[in-house]
C-alpha cells in the first residue's frame, strides 16, 4: 500500500501532531508516522506545566515570551486540556532577595503578569506551603493534560484529512540527487513495509532526531537532558509551587487531577531511552520539594519517571540548565544541501504550536503557497469527556464492573474505547485511560484488562506474556520509591503474580497482538 | 490479664503457635490487627518448590536444609516440620481435609491458566490436578472481575463457560458474595442446570476457588449431584476464600479450647525491661489496655503484615525494635529486572534467631531471653519465590511454641 502526499511528517508527539494539524487546516495534505504510540516521547513524558514563561524570564527572554504567548493562546484553543491553576514562585530564606527583584522584573519585560504575596496571604492560598516562606510571586502557570493535548490534535488533523500511522518507523529516507522525496515505512507490528512518497519530509522526533537523520548521513548537535520526576497519591497542592531561584533540581511541584508531580532533575544523558531514575534522583527530588511543601515527605509515593529534554545546541558551553528552552527550525537544503528536509526540534511541550506554526510556514513558503496558519484561532476538539472522581464515581451502575478500583475505569469505558479504536497493543489503551494510573500502577487491573482483551479475542498471543511484559515494564517506575506504603503493596502484588499465578522470567515489552 | 503466653499476630504461624502451646496445656492470648496473609495468598499449604515430583517430603526437604544452613527450615529440621505438618492437618479432618499427592508436590492449575506446585491441597481442589491431561470445563460468572474463563481455559487446553448475570446480584460481584451465593441450594441448583445445558464431554468442571466458606465439600457435592460431574476450584486473586476457611477452622478451635482470640487489636508498645519483656500495650481505641505474659512469640508477618516497615533509609521492626537483617542500602533492596532470576535481596531480610527461634543480634547475641519469633518475618528465606510460604508458617509456628513451652 504506497502512499503519495505532499508532507511527511515523523514524529507523532506534541509538535508532530501540531504540524499535522496546521497543514491540514492549510489543506496541504501529510501522513505522519510514530514508531510508538502517540506522546510515547517526551511529549508524553513530562510533569503536565503548562509554563506561564516566569521560570525562564531571567535566564532566557526569548523563551520566556514565547511561553507566555503560547500560554495564552492554549487556553483559548485547548481549556479542556487544561486547569488554571495559577502558580507561585515562593522564595525561602536561603534564597536571595536580589534574585526575587530581578525576577519580578524580568517577567514584568518579558510581559508576565505578576502579583506578590506575603507569607501570610500565600500560605491561606496554599496551607501545605513551608511555613518558614518569606513571600511568593504568583504567576499564571497551570496544568495541562499532554496526552488529551496530543491526541486533540491528532483528532483534528485526522479530520481535515491528515492520515496519522501509528507502530510505524521509517527504515530508510528517498533521496533522489539532492532532494528527498519520501521515505520507506516499516509497520512494526505487522512486519509490513511500503513506500510513502511525498515532497517534503519533516523530522519531529525530539531527542530521536539525530537517528532519523542518519539516514541521510547528516547529524545535528543536541544534548540530551534527562529530567526526572516523582507522583505522589495525593494532590499536596492547589498552584503549581516553584522556588524563586535560578533554575535547579526539584525546584516545581505541578497538581494534575489528583496527584502532585514533582521534578525535575537534569542529567546529560547519552541514550534516547534512558529512563532510569536512580536512587540519588529520587532523594534529592524529595529533599528539594520537601523543602517547599513539608508533608511531601510523608506522601505515598506511587512512580518515577523520566522524560528526555531534546536540548539544540546552538554553540556555546555551560550546563544543561544554561542551553536555550528556546526551538530550533532547521532546513537541510540550506544547511546541508539535502532539499525539502528539515528539522524542528528543542523548545517545550507548551510552545508546541508556534514550533508546528513556523514549520508549515516554512513548507508554505517552499511549496510557494500562500495559507495563513489558523491554529491559534480554532479551537481543539474535545476527544475524550475527562471525568473528575466525582463524576466517574456517579457512573458506576449498579452491579457494573469497575475493572480499576484506584481510577474507577469501567468494564464500559474500556468497551467503549475497544469500539472506537482499531486495537493493536495494550499500551493503546493504557494511553487512552486512567487505567493502572493510579495507587496500585495496574498491580490489579491489568489483569482483568487482559481478561477482557482475551474475551474479545484481541489477544493473539498468550495473555500472560503481555502480562509479564507489561509487570516488568511497570517495574521501572515503581523500583526506585520502594519503602513504606509502596513496598508493602509491592510485597503484595510480587505474591500474587509470582506467587498465586507462578509466573516467571522476564519478556519484552510491546510485543504485536494483532496478526 | 496475664496470661502463660501471648502471640502477637495473626497469620498461620501465629495460630499455629497458640495450637500448639495450648496443646500443651497453657493459658494463652493471641491477638492481631488483621487475618494475616493468610486470606490474601494461602490457597493451598506450599512447602517447597524444589520438591521434586515424587520425591518424598523428607529426602527433599533434608537436602534444602543441607545446602541452606540459615534457611527457617535448617532451625526448625525436617523431622519438626513433619510432625508440625501433621498437627496442622489434624484440624481438617475429611471430608474437607489437606491431602498430598504421593508425598510430592501436585500441579494446580491457577487463575492465570498457568500450572503451580504445591504441597498439600483441599479435596476440593484434588480434581484440578491432571487437569492439563484430561481436560474439563472452566466455569466464571459475567460480572465477576477477579477471574476469566477464557483467559485460564485457552492456556489449559480446556473449553471455558461464563455464565450470565444472575438475579442474586444487585452490588458489585466479589469473591466472598459469591462464596455466599454458593452456599445457598437454590443458586447451586439454577447454576448447575445452566452448566449441565452447557457441558459437552468434559468430566469435570473447574470453579474459581469460592465454593463457600463455611462448607466447601457440601458446595462441591450440591454442584456435581446437579451437573453430572466432579467438580474442582482454582486459585484466583486476593481474596483467598480458602484462605479465610483455614482461619475460622484456627479461630473455631481456639476458642473452643479456651484461648483468647482478639481480632482486630494491634500492639502499640512492648514493656522491657533488660533483655525480658514485661507486658504489652494494646491499643483498641478509644480503649488502651495492658497485657502481661511469661513468654512472648512474635508473628506479626512481612510489610503487608505489618511486622517489618520499611522507610527511606532502612528496614525495622516497630513492635520490639529489634535487629533486622538486611542489604546495607535501599539501591540494593530490588534488582533491575522484576522477573529477575535471582529473589530480590529484601525478601530474605527479617529477624535472625538461634536455634531456638529466639531472637539475636548480627553478632548471634541474644537479644530478647522470653520472645520467639515464628513466621515470615524470619530472614533468611524467600516464600514466594521458594513456594514454602505456608510451611514455613506452620513450621516456624509450631517450633517457636514447643520452644517457648518447654521448661
Known sequence: MDIKTEVLIIGGGATGTGIARDLSLRAIPCVLVEKGDLASGASGRNHGLLHSGARYAVSDPEAARECISENRILRRIAGHCIEETGGLFISLSEDSPQFRERFLMACEEAGIPTALYSRDQALELEPELNPDLLSAVKVPDGAINPFELVRANAKDAERHGAKLLFHTGITSLLIDQNQVRGGLALDLLSGEDYKIEASFVVNATGAWVNQVLKLAGLRIDMALSKGSMLITNQRLNQRVINRCRPASDGDIVVPNETVSILGTTSVRSEEVEDFEVTPPEVSLLLTEASRMIPAIRGARLIRAYAGIRPLFQSGGTGGDRQISRSFALIDHGERDGLKNLMTITGGKLITYRLMAERTSDLICRKMGVDVSCSTHLKPLPVVAESLRPKDRLQKIAPGGEVLCDCELVRREELEEILETMQFRDIRDILHRTRLAKGTCQGGFCVYRLLGLLHESGLVKESPNKVLKAFLEERWKGIRPILWGGALKEEELIESIYKGIFNLKDSVEFGVGSSE | MHFDLIVIGMGLSGLMAAKTASESGSKVLILGKGMGALCLFSNTIDLLETLPKGMKL????????????????????????????????????????????????????????????????PTTMVAGASVREQGGLIVGFKGFKDFYPDYAATLLGCRSLTLPPFRTFHEEITAAGLARSMEKESFREEIGREIRREMGNETRVGFPAVLGVRDPWGVKKGLE????????????????????????????????????????????????????????????????????????????????????????????????????????????????????????????????????????????????????????????????????????EIATGYMAAKCAMKK
Open chain 2, 58 to 121: 523428607d529426602e527433599g526437604l533434608s537436602q534444602w536444609i543441607k545446602d541452606h544452613p540459615q534457611h527457617p527450615y535448617s532451625k526448625v529440621g525436617a523431622k519438626i516440620v513433619e510432625e508440625a505438618l501433621t498437627s496442622f492437618t489434624s484440624l481438617f479432618p475429611l471430608p474437607y481435609s489437606f491431602v498430598s499427592a504421593g508425598d510430592g508436590n501436585s500441579l494446580l492449575p491457577t487463575g492465570a491458566g498457568t500450572l503451580r506446585p504445591t504441597y498439600l491441597i
Open chain 2, 225 to 392: 449431584e446437579t451437573i453430572g460431574a466432579e467438580v474442582f476450584e482454582i486459585p484466583i486473586l486476593p481474596p483467598s476464600i480458602p484462605g479465610m476457611r483455614i482461619f475460622n477452622r484456627f479461630k473455631e478451635w481456639l476458642v473452643q479450647r479456651g484461648v483468647t482470640v482478639l481480632l482486630g487489636h494491634s500492639v502499640s508498645k512492648a514493656i522491657l525491661r533488660g533483655r525480658r519483656c514485661e507486658g504489652i500495650r494494646v491499643s483498641n481505641p478509644p480503649l488502651s489496655s495492658f497485657y502481661s505474659a511469661d513468654r512472648y512469640i512474635l508473628s506479626t508477618g512481612r510489610f503487608v503484615g505489618g511486622g517489618l516497615v520499611a522507610n527511606e533509609e532502612k528496614i525495622y521492626e516497630p513492635i520490639f525494635d529489634l535487629p533486622v537483617s538486611q542489604p546495607r542500602s535501599r539501591e540494593e533492596w530490588f534488582r533491575k529486572s522484576f522477573f529477575s532470576n535471582l529473589s530480590h535481596p529484601v525478601h530474605q531480610a527479617g529477624i535472625l534467631t538461634d536455634s531456638s527461634l529466639r531472637p539475636v543480634d548480627d553478632k548471634g547475641e541474644r537479644v530478647l531471653e522470653n520472645v520467639w519469633i515464628a513466621g515470615s518475618i524470619l530472614a533468611g528465606h524467600d516464600s514466594t519465590n521458594e513456594k514454602s510460604r505456608e510451611g514455613v
